[in-house]
C-alpha cells in the first residue's frame, strides 16, 4: 500500500495527523508492505521516522541535496539512502553524491550496532538496482526481527503516538474557544512587550487549560 504526501493545516511534508491511523488501516487489511510518502520540508521526516520501522531518504543527484540533506540531520535517521536518476547525463553525478553520502554517513554514529545504513544508487526509468533496494529492505527487517528492535520500535511508536494525540487535543482545546483565543493573543502582546517573562506567560495559559483560573469576560 502506498500512502501519499496529504496537506493538513498545521503540519508540514505531508504527514497528516490521520497518517497513523491509515498505516494501521492498510495493516490491518492485510497489506504486509506500507510506503509512507513525504514531500522533505525537514521537520516532516522527524515525524514520519517515529511512524515507520524503516526511513528511507530517497534524493536526486546534482540538485543541493547532498548539502541539504547534511545539514538538515536527516542522513543520520535514515536507515536506507537511496540516489535515483543514476543514469544517462547524471550518472556521474549520482555516483559522485553516493561517495558523499557513504562520508557524511562514516562520520555519524550507526543507528544500530547491526545495520550499516547502506547508499544505494538507483534508476526508477531504466529499473536498475531496483531489486537491490528490495534486498535492502528485506535484510533490514530480518535483522530487526531477530535483534528484537523490531517490536521495541512498535512499542516506542504506540508511546510516541499516544504523546502526539495528546499534543493535538491541547493544541485543539486552545483555539476551540474564542476566550481561549483571546487570552492567547493578549499574552502574546504582554510577552513580547516584556511584561510578561515567557515562562510567566505559559503557566497562565496552562492554568487556563486546566480551568484553575477563569479566562475572563
Known amino acids: 500500500a502506498f500512502i501519499r504526501a496529504t496537506p493538513s493545516n498545521g503540519v508540514l511534508g505531508g504527514v497528516s495527523r ?39 531518504l530517497l534524493v536526486q543527484p546534482a540538485s543541493g541535496d547532498e548539502l541539504q540533506g547534511i545539514k538538515r540531520g536527516v542522513v543520520e535517521i535514515a536507515d536506507l539512502l537511496v540516489v535515483n536518476k543514476a543514469d544517462g547525463s547524471l550518472l556521474e553525478a549520482a555516483k559522485q553524491a553516493q561517495a558523499d553520502y557513504q562520508n557524511a554517513l562514516a562520520l555519524s554514529r550507526p543507528l544500530r550496532a547491526s545495520w550499516t545504513t547502506p547508499v544505494i544508487t538507483c534508476s526508477a526509468l531504466l529499473h536498475i538496482n531496483i531489486s537491490k533496494i528490495c534486498e535492502s529492505i528485506r535484510g533490514y527487517h530480518q535483522i530487526t ?40 493573543l493578549d499574552l502574546e502582546k504582554r510577552v513580547a512587550s516584556g511584561e510578561l517573562t515567557p515562562k510567566a506567560g505559559s503557566k497562565r495559559i496552562l492554568d487556563a487549560l486546566l480551568k484553575k483560573t477563569s479566562i475572563g469576560p
Not at 28 to 34: E, T
Request: charged fraction near 25%.
Open 18 to 56: 490521520n497518517t497513523r491511523e491509515a498505516i494501521l488501516l492498510c495493516e490491518a487489511s492485510g497489506y504486509d508492505i506500507v510506503i509512507v510518502e513525504t514531500v522533505g520540508v525537514g521537520q516532516s521526516e522527524a515525524s514520519v521516522k517515529d511512524m515507520v520501522d524503516m526511513f528511507i
Open 145 to 184: 526481527l531477530e535483534d528484537d528492535t523490531f517490536k521495541e520500535r512498535r512499542r516506542s511508536q504506540a508511546t510516541s503516538w499516544m504523546w502526539a494525540d495528546v499534543m493535538d487535543a491541547i493544541g485543539h482545546e486552545l483555539h476551540s474557544s474564542p476566550k481561549m483565543s483571546n487570552l492567547l
